[in-house]
């Protein structure tokens, strides 16, 4: 079963990269069309190997083979724990931890940056612990170590931004942690984390791509599943750098501005 799995990956991989090459829009009907020539030359090359043909995509119906499915919810679950870790802010507000805190030798900025190492080192305990599963229950693997410590640590710090600046936004942690349910939900559909944008129209798309989780799966698939150098790497990173240092300094200064 894993073989057939694995095999149908590649082939998928194959198909969206003479698709790439030819310049066709990797729409669903191409998409197939190109998986079906891709097997018909391995079977025409006598691989030695039966091709299944694939009459859906597999993962029912969402057109994410396994380990597109493993990224989609680590990056899902990576921005809900971390996002909610804002909310310790607005409790130690709440509990006048804070006020208490302020009167130490460390400044306002100082105390932040603590907050936010705490929150960048909890997210890669998260997603290691994601990554360990996943290659334990099955068998993934998830590409050159660096590369994806690269993508992992974009978004983490992206995640941590958008909670803290929410936590400038909100006034109590349990508003923090149903809003951001809400959001980290939504805009992870909006992304891609559960099913591929090449299956939605292209203004839902470009809509898409507005999201953090967009990105990190462009980036994780590209480690994952392409195979792809850091000259791939280099607009996803490049994008969710610029998401995290926008998210990052919003969120502090409007902490900061909060006293």
């Known amino acids: 079963m894993r073989e057939v799995a694995a095999r ?17 829009a990797p729409e669903p009907e191409a998409v197939a069309a ?6 018909a030359a391995r079977a025409e090359a006598g691989a030695g190997v039966r091709v299944e043909p694939v009459a859906a995509p ?6 994410f083979t396994l380990g597109e499915q493993a990224l ?26 804070w006020a208490r805190l302020r009167m130490a ?5 100082q105390l932040l940056l603590g907050y936010l190492a705490g929150f960048f080192v909890t997210g890669w305990v998260q ?6 599963a996943s290659r334990l229950l099955f068998g993934l693997g998830w590409g050159d170590p660096l590369q994806l410590a690269a993508v992992a640590s974009a978004y983490i710090l992206c995640s941590v931004g958008l909670g803290l600046l929410f936590a400038g936004l909100v006034r109590t942690p349990e508003q923090q942690q149903a809003a951001g349910i809400f959001l980290v939900v939504a805009t992870s559909m909006l992304g891609g984390a559960y099913w591929p944008l090449d299956l939605v129209g292209e203004t839902m798309r470009r809509i898409g791509y507005l999201t953090p989780q967009a990105w990190a799966m462009e980036g994780f698939r590209t480690v ?24 990052l300094a919003a969120g502090v200064l409007r902490l900061r501005a909060e006293g």
Do not use: N
């Not at 149908?8 to 066709?24: C, F, I, K, P, Q």
């Not at 190109?34 to 097997?39: C, P, S």
């Open 8 to 24: 149908s990956a590649r082939d998928y991989r194959l198909a969206l990269a003479h698709l790439r090459r030819s310049g066709t």
């Open 34 to 39: 190109a998986l079906g020539r891709v097997q």
């Open 58 to 63: 597999p993962a029912r119906g969402t057109g």
């Open 72 to 97: 989609g919810f680590t990056v899902s679950f990576v921005m809900m724990l971390v996002f909610q870790l804002g909310g310790v802010v607005l409790r130690e507000r709440q509990q006048g931890t």
């Open 105 to 109: 030798p460390a400044g306002p900025l």
């Open 127 to 132: 997603f290691g612990i994601l990554v360990g």
């Open 224 to 247: 994952l599943l392409r195979g792809g150098g850091w000259a791939d790497l280099s607009l996803p990173l490049a994008v969710l750098g610029g998401m995290a240092a926008l998210f």
